[in-house]
């Protein structure tokens, strides 16, 4: 009896940071004068369902609405662009499934996306000196030259910047930016959802 109520116990309190996190995130984005979505393999059907992730997609529009932001994929399937997220300030480097062009093949044309690549960089300069508030979902190690190691960078260089990573298994931070992360061990599609449901 006393292993079962343990569990509950650490359960429930599993539970609260887990929702004190999502609060601290809802803060952070409420405070920011801009925001920078960084979206990875994580948000794909590999790893969650397919109207998981286009209601986490139409949560963080919910999110963003009213703030500068812009998004960054490395996704090719597509899905963001289905989205309320407006196409617009929206960049995908490694291409488009729908297109026939993508970063895996032989015959990938880069040049599709450097103009949203210009833009997006050019938007990023503009945040200096402003709260950036750079939430990073699902970004692993497939291509962390794209998101993952210019959004550490970002973090450090950018003193009034805020990152807030949250991924299933690799959530942690350089020692470096660390007093200016959150850290989030869990399924970002499935954080994001729940997210709408305990900030509301």
Known sequence: MEKAEQKIQETVQKMQGT???MQDMAQKIEEA???LLGIGAEFTEKKAERAEILNAYNHLANL????????VTVNTDDL???SKLNDFFIVAPCGSESAG???TMDTYDESSY???????TNWLASTLGKKLCML?????FEYPTVIRFPFEKTALYHQKSVLIRVHSSLAMVPEEVAER???IRQNPVEFVNEMNIYTK
């Open 114 to 120: 450097l103009p949203q690549w210009q833009f997006y």
């Open 181 to 183: 992360s959150i850290c």
């Open 80 to 82: 963001i662009y289905q």
């Open 136 to 140: 990073e979902l699902g970004v692993g």
């Open 33 to 35: 004068d801009a925001v």
């Open 101 to 103: 062009n993508v970063i």
């Open 19 to 21: 929702v004190q996190k």
């Open 64 to 71: 963003v609405q009213g703030k500068p932001w812009f998004a």
